[in-house]
Each structure stands twice: as structure tokens, then as C-alpha cells.
């Protein structure tokens, strides 16, 4: 009789554990996997202790004159992410007069965001090799090489040691974001690229700009892919005013993104867009605030799910057209992530909080980038 009571309790504690058994949670991953979390599920983890105000302004990166009283700012002032608690921090020749003094500036703008109890910024410049190269110049660096110079030789070892150098100097001064490589297929005499295009071989670019990606990554430096949808087949330049094309999908699929498709199959860690008109797409928005180019062509043409940032939008192509705060909401709502230097921040963000706060914008929305950001500075160790 014991026999058949232990039988029949086995059997129970069997039927009782196939759901547990079927169920995916149940499975032992390998120590491997545990000792590198997934960071998307890290984020989420993270953002479960995010305000609504942290999450909508971790979607701005801005300059440090936009955020402070001066108009030249070379040392942080203490207190002033607890007020505004930003994603993100870009720098230019005007914020750099000397290495100690840089390291002292991107130093205080992380301790600041420590006592402001928000996560690490993204400290970012436009620094490209050739004349686009805000450190370099500032601190008399010698100059990688431009992009063009690169693209010349057609040597994607040339194109990852330039990477490399450029990386060699900014993450010891605390920038751990180049707004670079330029990505761009220069099809017309396009004044806006210039020296800083590679060419006009849609394999050459993205060859040349993969490999500069990888020397940049290989040294702890974040790249960025830009412009998408490609500003070399427009005359005219968005910093001064409108720029177009009607170049078609099917024309920029075999060619203008070509490099993109390229980076994203690499794992490109961020895209910026351009302010480009892209007529033959069927749209007359800027790409920064186009649904069409993010979200239909973008993200599910080209398959992108990592972090989209607009071109700064106080460029004109920008704001001769639209308010800032108007252009923030439209930006987001076309599937921007972030939301660079907006034509002026107060505005920009009040407006997004407000569509918030009224339901034009959804929280699910601004969640899922900052989902995107956060995993990208756990990615990069920001976040630990």
C-alpha cells in the first residue's frame, strides 16, 4: 500500500511541475549569459524607478550654454541637472580650452548628475578626422585624416586606425561619443560634406565608414552613422536654410543606403538623421521630423531598433519653418530618440511634457527611447 501512496505522490508532484517545465522563465540559462544581461532588460529594470520628468528629459541632448546662465561655458556650474536632469551633454571649441580643463568640465558633468540622482550623461562632439574635428583643433591634436582623404586611398585599415585615434584622445578626456562616421554617398558638388564625405561608391563608404566605426568601438567611443536618409544627393545646406532631393526608395536602396544598411547589419549603436526634404519618398518634412523616413523607411525598411538623434534642430532648415517646441513633439512622434540641441530647450521640453501630460504624446512612447538610451550606456559602461 506504501508502494502505490509513493507512487501515486510522485506522479502528483510531476503533473504539478510540466507547467513550471513548459514555461521559458523555468530554464536555467548558462553561466555565461547571466555574467552579460540583456541591456534592453536591464533598462527596463532601471526605468521602473523613473519619473515621467527623468524619462522625458533623458530625450534631450543639449549644449551647456542651453542649460546654464552663461553664454560660454567652460566650468560646470554644481546644481544645474537637478533642475534640468538631461540625457545628454554635446561640446564644442567654445566649451575646450585645455585638457585639464576638459577633463575637469566632462568629470563635473557626471558628478553633477550623480548628486542630481540621475543616470550618467552622453558626452558627445562632432569629431570626424579633417577640419570637423572640435578637440583636435581646439587642443592642437594632429588631425586624422578626412574622410575624403580616406575614401581616396580606399584603405579601410586607414579608415579603422583613424577611428582608433580619434577614440585614443576623447574617452581619456571623458567624451564617449563621436558624431561620426559621416555615412553619407556624395552624388552632387554638395557643400554641406565636402572633405568629409569618403566618396561617391555607396561599397567604398561603407566599408570605409564600418571600419572607422569599429576603431571608434574598439576604444570605448560610441559612433553615430549620419545623415540618413543621405544628404549627398542634395545642392543647398539645412544649416542655412531648406535642402531637398527626389531621389526614390528604390534609388537610395542601391545606393544612398547602402552604407546604413551596412552599419545596422554591424549593430550600428545610434543613426542621426538629416534635415533633408525627401521629395521622392513622397514627403514634405524635414527626415528629423518625418514618420516616413524614420518609422516606415528607417526602422522597417532597413530594420533599425537601436537609438535614432536628430541633427541639431536650431539649424535653419528647422527653425525657419517651426517653433522649437512644435518641431520636439513632431520629432518624437516621428520616432526620434534623441533630441538634439533643440532651437531653444525650455521650450522644446515644456512642450513635449505638456503633449504628455495631454495624451498627444503617449508615455509608452517616450518609453520605448529611453529604453534605447539607457541600454546603450549600460552597453558602454555609463550605467553600471
Not at 582608433?164 to 567624451?175: D, F, Q, R, T
Not at 555615412?183 to 563608404?205: F, I, K, M, Q, S
Amino acid at each position: 500500500m506504501r508502494r502505490w501512496i509513493c507512487a501515486l505522490m510522485a506522479l502528483l508532484m510531476i503533473l504539478l511541475w510540466l507547467p513550471a517545465l513548459a514555461d521559458d522563465s523555468f530554464i536555467v540559462v548558462d553561466e555565461e549569459e547571466n555574467l552579460a544581461p540583456d541591456p534592453r532588460r536591464q533598462a527596463r529594470a532601471l526605468m521602473r524607478d523613473m519619473t515621467p520628468k527623468e524619462m522625458i528629459y533623458q530625450l534631450f541632448m543639449v549644449s551647456p550654454e542651453s542649460i546654464s546662465d552663461s553664454d560660454w561655458v567652460t566650468k560646470w556650474q554644481e546644481g544645474t541637472l537637478l533642475e534640468n536632469p538631461v540625457g545628454g551633454i554635446i561640446l564644442f571649441g567654445q566649451n575646450i580650452v585645455s585638457e585639464a580643463q576638459l577633463r575637469e568640465l566632462t568629470a563635473a558633468i557626471q558628478a553633477d548628475a550623480e548628486k542630481a540622482g540621475i543616470y550618467p550623461l552622453f558626452i558627445g562632439v562632432d569629431e570626424e578626422g579633417g577640419a570637423v574635428s572640435r578637440v583636435a583643433n581646439k587642443l592642437g591634436y594632429e588631425l586624422a585624416p578626412s574622410p575624403q582623404a580616406i575614401g581616396e586611398n580606399g584603405n579601410s585599415e586607414e579608415a579603422f586606425a583613424a577611428g582608433s585615434y580619434l577614440a585614443g584622445y576623447l574617452k581619456p578626456l571623458g567624451i564617449h561619443l563621436a558624431f561620426s562616421p559621416v555615412a553619407d554617398v556624395l552624388l552632387t558638388d554638395n557643400e554641406e560634406l565636402g572633405e568629409r564625405a569618403y566618396g561617391d561608391d555607396p561599397l567604398l563608404v561603407a566599408n570605409m565608414a564600418a571600419a572607422m566605426a569599429s576603431g571608434l568601438r574598439d576604444g570605448g567611443v560610441i559612433p553615430c552613422y549620419k545623415h540618413f536618409p543621405g544628404h549627398g544627393s542634395v545642392s543647398g545646406n539645412t544649416h542655412t536654410g531648406s535642402a531637398s532631393t527626389r531621389r526614390t526608395a528604390d534609388e537610395m536602396l542601391a545606393c544612398e543606403w547602402i552604407p546604413f544598411q551596412s552599419g545596422i547589419h554591424q549593430g550600428i549603436e545610434m543613426i542621426m538623421t538629416s534635415h533633408l526634404i525627401a521629395r521622392g519618398l513622397g514627403d514634405e518634412i524635414p527626415a528629423s521630423l518625418s514618420p516616413v523616413v524614420i518609422q516606415q523607411y528607417l526602422r522597417n525598411t532597413l530594420g533599425y531598433d537601436g537609438v535614432v538623434i536628430s541633427d541639431a534642430l536650431r539649424m535653419a532648415a528647422i527653425t525657419d519653418h517651426y517653433k522649437p517646441g512644435t518641431a520636439a513633439k513632431m520629432a518624437i512622434e516621428a520616432g526620434v530618440d534623441i533630441i538634439l540641441l533643440p532651437g531653444s530647450f525650455s521650450a522644446a521640453v515644456a512642450a513635449v511634457e505638456e503633449a504628455v501630460e495631454n495624451g498627444e504624446i503617449s508615455m509608452t512612447r517616450i518609453e520605448e527611447s529611453v529604453e534605447r538610451i539607457l541600454a546603450l550606456k549600460i552597453q558602454y559602461g555609463l550605467i553600471q
